[in-house]
């Protein structure tokens, strides 16, 4: 299975999500993350994460922390199917900038833009801004729509 990497910069309860302008998921706000590239150096997930970030919206990750595992199947298009780790970072330098992929703004933990993003991150992310851990499952019907799904709260990632 492909593994890819979702980073979610916080502070102040606010969240920073970033429009997709290209490729997988563009139109879409997101967290900012892609999959591991062993000729860019990646050595695990962390260091995908860690430099995805800095790519996308040219920050340097200081401290990240693992909350949630998402499994995601496409039966429509298989190769779209992906395990997806998702860090919170809270300590990072720079300040988030446009690239050609991702253009990132702040929202208030209250004003997520859910209507414009993957159908599952209503599902899952107010957890995960509520301190919780979890690995969740998500099955995908035509149209990017959830057709069943499974979430379970754990200790450890």
């Known amino acids: 299975m492909k593994n890819a990497t979702l980073c979610l910069l916080v502070k102040n309860n606010e969240i920073l999500l970033a429009m997709k302008k290209r490729g997988f998921g563009v139109g879409k706000w997101n967290g900012v993350g892609g ?11 962390v260091a995908a994460a860690i430099r995805e970030t800095k790519e996308e ?5 200081n ?3 693992k909350v949630a595992l998402l ?6 298009q298989i190769d779209w199917n992906q395990d997806v780790h998702v860090f919170l970072v809270k300590k990072w330098q720079g300040q988030p900038k446009e ?3 991702m253009s990132p703004k702040w929202f208030r933990a209250n004003e997520i833009p859910y209507q414009a993003m993957w159908d599952d991150d209503k599902v899952w992310l107010p957890h995960v801004l509520d301190g919780k851990k979890l690995e969740a499952g998500f099955l995908f ?3 990017e729509i959830i057709e069943k799904y499974h979430l379970n709260f754990v ?3």
């Open 63 to 65: 401290d990240l922390e």
């Open 57 to 61: 919206i040219g920050i340097n990750i």
């Open 99 to 101: 690239s050609e992929e």
């Open 35 to 45: 999959k591991i590239d062993k000729d860019k150096g990646d050595k695990d997930i």
């Open 71 to 76: 499994r995601f199947r496409f039966p429509y």
């Open 155 to 157: 200790k450890e990632i």
């Open 141 to 143: 019907k035509k149209g």
